[in-house]
């Protein structure tokens, strides 16, 4: 079975500094996607990032991006120049990309980081 | 229009209520979603619907009866609930089952 680990229950970064938010996965499968969810207070999961397993190249998206080292099954994302509307637990996810159909498509997430910004 | 919407925001109900929780997408998706979220831990899944048929059911008890009606929209019934179900209840809408998926801002459900 899948799991996701995310390490780092809290962090904390100053206004416009740069953090790392760390994940780590199991898996036996080749085929597979990670994303990155954030979850302000307001509570609504955004989608930050994707990563197809197959793509060597990290995804980048404005100021986030991961570092995704298949290998080692590590998925962290950077978030560079910080800002206050960066606060929210952030989650990462993972998806199979078998086509089993059923329960095999379903995200699996971590237990998630709660990312403080201090001004 | 990348827009999951939910209804209610908030919901207080007592454990004799029936109430029924609404969520609307029209983004064309064909794979539509419910889960459950307790404060501070990640979202648990309830249900799935791929193309208005019910494709998972993560062993959730029957006092939570999901409903697609059409591609567009998805319910959850709720009957005889206890206070331990009072928590976030999130839906998602994804292109298919095999796709990324798009949160609604949640229906915060306190059971009394």
């Known amino acids: 079975a899948q799991t996701v680990t995310q390490s780092q229950p809290e962090m904390s970064v100053q206004e416009a500094e740069t953090v790392t938010l760390s994940c780590t996965y199991d898996t036996s499968e080749s085929d597979y996607y990670l994303f990155w969810y954030k979850q302000p207070p307001s509570r609504q999961m955004i989608l930050v990032i994707r990563q197809e397993a197959y793509k060597q190249q990290n995804a980048t998206e404005n100021r986030f991006s991961v570092n995704f080292q298949k290998a080692a099954k590590s998925f962290s994302l950077k978030i560079s120049d910080s800002q206050l509307g960066d606060a929210a637990m952030y989650f990462c996810?993972?998806?199979?990309?078998?086509?089993?159909?059923?329960?095999?498509?379903?995200?699996?997430f971590g237990t998630g980081t709660l990312l403080a910004v201090q001004p | 229009d990348t827009e999951v919407t939910q209804t209610p925001k908030h919901l207080v109900m007592g454990m004799t209520n029936k109430k029924s929780l609404k969520c609307e997408q029209h983004m064309g998706h064909r794979a539509m979603y419910w889960y459950k979220q307790k404060a501070k831990k990640p979202p648990e899944l309830m249900f799935v619907?791929?193309?208005?048929?019910?494709?998972i059911n993560e062993s959730v008890p029957s006092r939570f009866s999901p409903e697609c009606p059409n591609s567009s929209l998805l319910n959850l019934h709720l009957h005889a609930l206890q206070p331990e179900d009072s928590a976030l209840y999130l839906c998602a809408s994804s292109q298919a089952q095999s796709y990324e998926q798009y949160f609604g801002p949640g229906t915060r459900l306190t059971v009394t």
């Open positions: 996810a993972y998806r199979s990309g078998m086509n089993y159909g059923g329960a095999t498509n379903k995200l699996i």
């Open positions: 619907y791929s193309y208005e048929k019910l494709s």
